[in-house]
């Protein structure tokens, strides 16, 4: 699966990520999508997230829509 950079939403919160890049699990060799939280969180700025999840689907008020939405290109 690919995954285009670009900023997302993400379906629950709202909050808006920047996605730079996939990379390489450097044991499992898994596809980890790499992005960045365009909001103040003071855990952490950058985040990884294996691709299935990135792209998984999650029930909100009864519908299954995706966990993250493309918004545009950076």
Known sequence: MTIE???YKH???G???K???V???SETLEDLVIY???YENGMSKFWARPIAMFTD?????????PRFLFVKKS
Do not use: Q, R, T, W
């Open 36 to 38: 960045e939280a365009l």
């Open 15 to 17: 909050n808006l990520y």
């Open 19 to 21: 996605v730079h890049f």
């Open 11 to 13: 379906s629950k919160k």
């Open 23 to 25: 990379a390489k699990h």
């Open 5 to 7: 950079p670009g900023i």
């Open 57 to 65: 689907e999650v029930m909100i008020d009864g519908k299954k829509v």
